[in-house]
């Protein structure tokens, strides 16, 4: 296997930690897929900015040598850690319109990395966005490719390359505390693109850029059309959910065997299939989404308040919860009061700085990463002056833990204030609270019908 250096070993074993610590879970797809040795190229979408690096780095065991703007090299400090790291500065035009000529010194760098057999992570799309598709890839993956196997190809030393699409997606890109989905495709043939290579170089990369489009799109859920984009986003939010439970209970599916992104990928396909046979029922759907929406915002109550509504609970599970919420309210509290600081803090601080919605995240982990150090460590000092080193010691082990569970308690407590909230407009409002109520219904209702309607028209599709 093809080990990482101590620096970056070092790096990775902290960036995991951040993982376990901000993600509730991290559905890895196909990372045996990936060599542990010789040249590989990552053709990676780019959804969340500095975290999209974090994530695949954490799960290759491998160095990945990422093609980072050149912009980020211009702070001196900045500069030594990415150097360190392996990272290789592209110069973008957006950034650096006067320094393009340097990318052929980047293309000979990450030609001589695939030759020593080294392992890159590129971001064909050239920026991050906040769309639920993979926007059209720049030609600079397939150049690398085709450069390093031509050169292979006429005697240069290397073995073959090795070029994997992959796939990120994100359930909740701004909050912590999500699931996330890293896959890793099927290595694209490159023997025939490096035939026409020989004979038209210019058509062999854009057939080569196009398939790499094509291939990082079946990683993902890909929209082609933002207002689709829109409706599908919708109907995943309202239905997915129902989807996962309905796979449980009819076919004995574990939660770990479900691929979400694979049902929201059918939910996009059904989507196209309606707009081009029976439009008029997308459109019948949008516009009770659209009036659900628009109630729901105008009483501040949440989809998932509508939904537990809607479920009769056990009075057992009811207990069970009652009984929960008493146990946990002291971790909540010992986790809130050490680390309510550094929770809120880059919480804050994200909402007020970051320029796009794909910086939030980073913007916020980064914070997080110098505010909870400093506010645990200056918390278990002041334990070490009070009680001594063995009390230090054990404060500071708990910290991570009561943290995690403070959170979730948190969460578990917006719900129940939530649940609240609806109870008190069932009481002073009862109509707007039986409309909402059956808009959700009828929205199921309508999205069975669907979704039945479409596996009968189209044989061997499925959810």
């Known amino acids: 296997m093809d080990k990482p250096d101590p620096f970056y070993a070092l790096v990775r074993m902290v960036g995991r930690f951040w993982v376990w610590f901000l993600f509730r879970s991290v559905d890895v797809r196909n990372a045996a897929g990936v060599p542990h040795r010789g040249p590989v190229l990552l053709c990676i ?8 690096s974090l994530l695949v780095g954490a799960v290759v065991d491998r160095k990945v040598h990422y093609l980072t703007t050149a912009a980020l090299f211009r702070n001196p400090i900045m500069a030594r850690f990415l150097k360190a790291v392996g990272a290789i500065p592209v110069y973008r035009r957006q950034d650096d319109p006067d320094k393009m000529d340097k990318n052929v010194g980047t293309f000979d760098a990450c030609v001589t990395m695939l030759a020593a057999g080294g392992l890159i992570g590129i971001y064909p799309e050239g920026t991050t966005h906040a769309e639920s598709r993979v926007q059209r890839i720049k030609t600079g993956a397939a150049r690398i490719a085709l ?32 699931r996330v989905r890293v896959a ?39 929209v082609e059309r933002l207002d689709h984009a829109a409706l599908v986003r919708e109907v995943e939010g309202l239905y997915r959910d129902q989807l996962v439970v309905e796979l449980q209970e009819e076919r004995g599916f574990s939660t770990g065997r479900i691929d979400t992104v694979r049902l929201s990928r059918s939910i996009a396909d059904a989507a196209a299939y309606f707009e081009t046979h029976a439009p008029e029922r997308l459109e019948e759907l949008r516009q009770h ?4 929406r628009a109630t729901l915002a105008t009483y501040a109550i949440k989809d998932q308040t509508v939904r537990e509504r809607l479920v009769r609970r056990p009075a057992r599970r009811r207990l069970q919860r009652g009984w929960k919420a008493a146990v946990g309210l002291p971790v909540f509290a010992y986790g809130a009061l050490t680390s309510g600081l550094p929770y809120l803090v880059p ?14 995240a980073t913007t916020r982990l980064l914070v997080s990463v110098f505010a909870l150090p400093l506010c645990w460590g200056l918390e278990t000092w002041l334990v070490w002056r009070v009680g001594g080193a063995l009390w230090a010691l ?15 308690y948190l969460r578990g407590l917006g719900g129940f204030r939530a649940q609240l909230g609806f109870g008190l407009l069932a009481l002073t409002r009862h109509q707007t609270a039986t409309r909402v109520l059956a808009e959700r219904r009828q929205i199921i209702a309508l999205l069975e019908r669907a979704k039945n309607d479409y596996l009968a028209a189209t044989k061997g599709s499925s959810f």
């Open 45 to 52: 979408n780019h959804p969340n900015n500095f975290i999209d």
């Open 347 to 360: 919480r804050w601080i994200a909402r007020r700085t970051a320029t796009k919605e794909t910086n939030y």
């Open 394 to 408: 054990g404060f500071l082990l708990s910290l991570p833990v009561t943290s995690i569970l403070a959170y979730h």
């Open 184 to 222: 890793f495709g099927q290595p694209l043939a490159l023997a025939a693109y490096l035939d026409l290579y020989t004979q038209d170089p210019m058509k062999a990369v854009d057939e080569l850029t196009t398939a790499i489009q094509w291939t990082m799109e079946a990683q993902i859920v890909h």
């Open 289 to 292: 989404i659209e009036r659900y």
């Open 147 to 178: 450069d390093y196997e031509s050169r292979r190809r006429t005697g240069a030393p290397g073995e073959p390359l090795v070029l994997i699409p992959t796939g990120l997606a994100f359930d909740a890109r701004k909050s912590f505390g999500g």
